[in-house]
């Protein structure tokens, strides 16, 4: 019975340790997938509002039809884009360049930055991008958390053997971060 119980609790503990390392996995990877989708939801109302910008824009500036097309565009991808951070990351870039851009062109334009529309729509994008970003840094911190799990002894054997591989982050810069401001007093 002594060498039943001093082979067979260690074992016992290592097989409970392994599954009680096994779940945190499953439950931070439930984590990084919950938070993914708070960024999604971030990103699509983000993509809801551009429509508006761009029209916004065009009424003002209707000679800069290359630019429009080229948010439109790059809005089109990132709204395709489907699947985990790392299929979001370019379409998102390639969206964020293109609002920049349309950001300079409305600094051509005094109408149009003291028109009531643009300046209800500046708000709004702001509060929008500072929510994608406080999304993306919560997304980022459980990404962190797990893969250091994934390369930290020991629960890296449990890694291995689960078959849980590392999760990508999300880097995506604020598009309206240069938002001119304007002076309504």
């Known amino acids: 019975m002594a060498t039943f119980l001093i082979v067979g609790a260690p074992i016992a503990l290592l097989l409970l340790w392994a599954i009680v390392s096994f779940n945190r996995f499953v439950s931070q990877r439930q984590l990084i997938d919950n938070s993914w989708s708070n960024v999604e939801t971030e990103l699509h109302r983000h993509h809801d509002l551009i429509p508006n910008l761009v029209e916004t824009v065009r009424g003002y500036a209707e000679h800069e039809q290359a630019t429009f097309i080229a948010v439109i565009e790059a809005r089109r991808g990132a709204v395709k884009a489907t699947g985990p951070a790392n299929k979001h990351q370019h379409a998102e870039h390639a969206l964020t360049a293109g609002l920049r851009q349309l950001m300079v062109v409305s600094e051509d334009y005094p109408d149009l930055l003291a028109s009531?529309?643009?300046?209800?729509?500046?708000?709004?994008?702001?509060?929008?991008?500072?929510?994608?970003?406080?999304?993306?840094?919560?997304?980022?911190?459980?990404?962190?958390?797990?893969?250091?799990?994934?390369?930290?002894?020991?629960?890296?054997?449990?890694?291995?053997?689960?078959?849980?591989?590392?999760?990508?982050?999300?880097?995506?810069?604020?598009?309206?971060?240069?938002?001119?401001?304007v002076d309504t007093t």
Do not use: C, H, W
């Open 116 to 181: 009531q529309r643009f300046l209800d729509l500046q708000p709004e994008l702001i509060t929008t991008e500072d929510r994608i970003q406080a999304s993306r840094r919560l997304f980022n911190g459980n990404v962190r958390d797990y893969n250091r799990r994934i390369e930290s002894i020991p629960s890296m054997l449990i890694a291995a053997i689960g078959r849980f591989s590392k999760a990508d982050y999300f880097e995506v810069e604020p598009a309206v971060a240069l938002l001119p401001s």
